[in-house]
């Protein structure tokens, strides 16, 4: 039978769903030659799945034979399936597999945060399309209600906080991070509604269809999102953030912090959009707050 057709899997194989992960060995089981091989290919992935058998084993120094064995021990059927499962394996970040090198003493931790922070702000605040941001401020404070969408950990903690921003402010808003319920939303949104749509990476596209949707029916949508994105697309005004992302797996993405910026910039433009209304329900809510739970002003504004 020539090497590599098909046959069953071998005892002792080490078949997963994730091809990647298999050739990490994170359990230790492969030979010292199978991790000869493993780390080749995992050196340059693209280039591993164009190669034929000859050229795999030539570049790790095993024989084709080997390499064959080796696909199977993987749990693939082939020296083929082997190639096609990789590529499918690819689209998942190798950055994963191999985290950068980073020093991790909390005091280079806490400079790595707030740095990363600090350039966040710093480029959303230089990038920022100021009559963009003017025109959203201004339809939020005149929408007779607001609706919020996001999902995810990072959109969903963006609207409720958009939610949190507005509501002092004496604006109707909701904040939904439910599929379902943001399209039922969607298809009963009266006039004089304004829908506000969070989504970092842009390609939400249950927001996307939310989107569609609104504008099929006239109501006007905010989507604060990376530019030229399915979701960017589908908003009638977008508030573009497009920050680059570092290799750091296990650090919360900085650009959280450049959309937050955002939406204090479009809470107090609002807010002075109708001052004396602003002024007024927030002293009410400081009162409560005075007379229940702080006893006097020194307290933050607001909560």
Not at 20 to 44: F, H, N, P, Q, W
Not at 69 to 83: H, N, T, V, Y
Not at 172 to 190: F, P, T, V, Y
Not at 266 to 276: F, G, K
């Amino acid at each position: 039978m020539p090497e590599d057709d098909a046959i069953a899997l071998q005892p002792g194989s080490v078949a997963t769903p994730d091809l990647i992960l298999a050739l990490a060995d994170e359990e230790g089981r492969l030979s010292t030659m199978e991790k000869k091989l493993a780390e080749y290919v995992l050196s340059d992935v693209n280039a591993a799945t164009n190669a034929s058998i000859t050229e795999i084993a030539a570049g790790a120094g095993v024989s084709p034979p080997t390499v064959t064995r080796f696909c199977r021990r993987l749990g693939c059927a082939s020296f083929s399936d082997f190639k096609v499962r990789l590529a499918k394996s690819a689209y998942v970040g190798l950055r994963y597999l191999k985290p950068e090198a980073v020093t991790s003493t909390p005091a280079e931790v806490a400079e790595d945060i707030v740095t990363k922070a600090q350039n966040a702000l710093y480029e959303v605040h230089r990038a920022l399309d100021l009559p963009l941001i003017e025109r959203a401020a201004r339809m939020l404070a005149g929408a007779q209600s607001i609706y919020g969408f996001g999902a995810g950990g990072n959109s969903s903690m963006i609207v409720n906080e958009l939610q949190n921003r507005l509501f002092r402010l004496g604006c109707r808003i909701s904040a939904s991070n439910d599929h379902g319920m943001n399209l039922m939303l969607s298809a009963a949104a009266e006039p004089g509604t304004v829908v506000f749509g969070s989504s970092f990476s842009g390609r939400n596209m249950e927001l996307v269809r939310c989107f569609q949707l609104l504008q099929r029916r006239g109501i006007p949508t905010i989507a604060l999102t990376q530019s030229d994105s399915p979701v960017a697309r589908a908003a009638d005004v977008v508030i573009p953030v497009n920050l680059p992302e570092g290799k750091n797996i296990f650090r919360a993405t900085s650009t959280r912090y450049a959309f937050l910026a955002v939406i204090d910039i479009l809470a107090n433009l609002v807010a002075y959009a109708n001052r004396p209304r602003s002024a007024r329900i927030l002293r009410g809510i400081k009162e409560q707050l005075i007379l229940h739970r702080d006893g006097d002003d020194r307290q933050l504004l607001g909560d």
